[in-house]
């Protein structure tokens, strides 16, 4: 585990200069790659850690693009003002939202992030200021290299919290929380105090790497700032690498990254329709992740899978 | 006041298909304890059954519709027996995950199938209607009205009175108890999948008559679903057809008094306020 910790630094160094070898193409499809594995980091902490699926994350996202474009199309302020203000946008709505929805319990919980990613694009496209269904445009501003930098580093501090969170008191009670909410009670954890701020965390990076990809792209609407399917990739990349696991939810992003960029260029609903497919047989065959069949197949080889099938079967 | 009444009856008519909607997923949710969040997609998807076999075969819809839900039956039996079954004991999360992924898996392969235009089953009668004292009431609305009744009916006497149904409500209550009594619980929860499967595939077949499909309906009618069943109550098949009419006319009138764009979010916002104000209650009883 030792060697692991080791290793990571020369990784993120590794990765922080594809951009000055790498082609034009690389660097773009590592700044989604990024990006969409800070979104998994974020969702692993309400999600993975919490034991709260969240299906509503692309809404703190949006809410950050959106944050992003209001500062800077409209309000003529600097990028970081703009970062700033999604990221309260953000943080406001997931406490918001939170307050209320996380002193239930489970499906109750998801069904209403659901139904919040459904009408939030219905929502904006009502408000004058984010440019209605049109959209808005930002200033333009050319930067692969730049964008690939500051997408690196808000992963390396997601990833950075999510390590700090796995070894803190405060991750420790919402693990608590996932094995079993009563009795995490019992033992005094304010439970829905720790759950919010799980949610808060989620959705503070989500809506930075939200700003981060609205200025890149430079123009936004309702419709691709609030696009659903964002929580399919967030919600399969942590499951497949390994939800509630601190390097999980990256190795499953840039691993699925990769797939799914080949997929895509076939058909877009293909790479969909495997998105989902990894979900079913993720759920049954490896509930733990890539990492976790990695060391169990070493013992277990075949069985390790079987076992996965008969732990739960009726 | 005459268009008062009109909303009014616009709502409950609405209101019985959406408490078929809430039936098929407060049915496996009091069951089997899984949350269906691919319930919009069964819908959908018994939307799509109907159009073809109204378009393809051309059955008249209302016939057509028990080879639709036959369709959907098989469809949930077959992913509760070989699926389903698998990880139904594990936890809750694990259920939502799975269901979520179906739900990714139904929507994409219907696009890639049926493509992501809108469909109407429009049958020659669509637009006839009859008059009650100036109030407008299509038929085919009506006959859905009156499906949905009936089926909400069958479903209450087949639980109340059949052996099976007597399993399912056994098994609902105590899993090791209906098991020492020689009930067969996989083959009764695939029974109970297939029939929530089947109910939406019925909602989706009317849903398809009255409004339109694309493989998008989806999410949202998951989420409506579950307020119904929440309005309703686990435990009687009739009360969730009363939550279905409380939405359906809550819908319609919020269109009348508020801007039609607003009737989403509306929806919403009764969402969560049904989210907040009621589990407690029903979480005791489930």
Known sequence: ?314 | MLLFGQILVNGILLGGLYGLMGLGMGLVWGVLKIVNLAHGALIMLGGYALYYLYTGAHIDPFLALPVAMILLFALGYVLQMFLLNLIVRSAQLNTLLITFGLDVVFVYMAQLLFSADFRTINPPYAGSNVNFFGVVVPYVQLASFIVAVVLASLLFLALDKTRTGRAIRATAQNLVAARLYGVNPKRIYAITFGTGAALAGAAGGLYGIVSQITPYIGVTLTAKSFVIAILGGLDKPIGVVFGGLILGIAEAMASLYLDPTYTDIISFGLLVVVLVARPAQLVGRA
Not at chain 1, 151 to 172: E, H, M, P
């Open chain 1, 1 to 314: 585990m030792n060697r692991l910790w080791i290793a990571l630094p020369i990784l993120a160094v590794a990765l922080a200069v594809v951009p000055w070898v790498a082609s034009d193409t690389i660097v773009q499809y590592g700044i989604n790659a990024l990006l969409v594995a800070t979104l998994a980091q974020g969702w692993n902490v309400i999600g993975g850690f919490a034991g709260y699926p969240s299906f509503g994350n692309s809404v703190f996202y949006g809410l950050g693009t959106y944050g992003t474009a209001i500062a800077m199309a409209q309000l003529h302020w600097s990028f970081g003002s703009g970062l700033v203000l999604g990221a309260v946008l953000g943080v406001a709505c997931a406490l918001l939202f939170g307050l209320p929805i996380l002193r239930l319990r489970g499906p109750y919980f998801a069904i209403a992030t659901l139904g919040l990613a459904a009408v939030m694009s219905a929502i904006t496209a009502t408000i004058d200021i984010a440019g209605k269904n049109i959209g808005l445009i930002l200033p333009l501003f050319r930067g692969d290299t730049l964008f690939y930098e500051m997408s690196l580093i808000l992963l390396v501090a997601t990833t950075a919290t999510v390590a700090w969170l796995a070894r803190s008191r405060f991750g420790a009670g919402l693990v608590a929380i996932r094995e079993d909410e009563d009795a995490a009670q019992v033992m005094g954890i304010n439970t829905t105090m720790y759950k919010v701020a799980a949610l808060v965390i989620a959705a503070f990076f989500s809506a930075i790497a939200g700003g981060i990809h609205a200025y890149w792209i430079t123009f936004i609407d309702p419709a691709s700032a609030f696009d659903p399917s964002l929580n399919v990739r967030m919600v399969i990349m942590t499951l497949f690498g390994g939800s509630g696991t601190v390097l999980g939810p990256v190795v499953g992003a840039f691993v699925l990254s990769a797939v799914s960029e080949v997929l895509a260029s076939k058909a877009t609903s293909v790479a969909s329709l495997f998105y989902g497919f990894v979900i079913v047989a993720a759920v049954v065959l490896m509930p733990k992740g890539i990492l976790d069949v990695m060391e169990g197949f070493r013992t277990a080889r075949w069985r390790y899978f079987t076992n996965n099938l008969r732990r739960f079967r009726l």
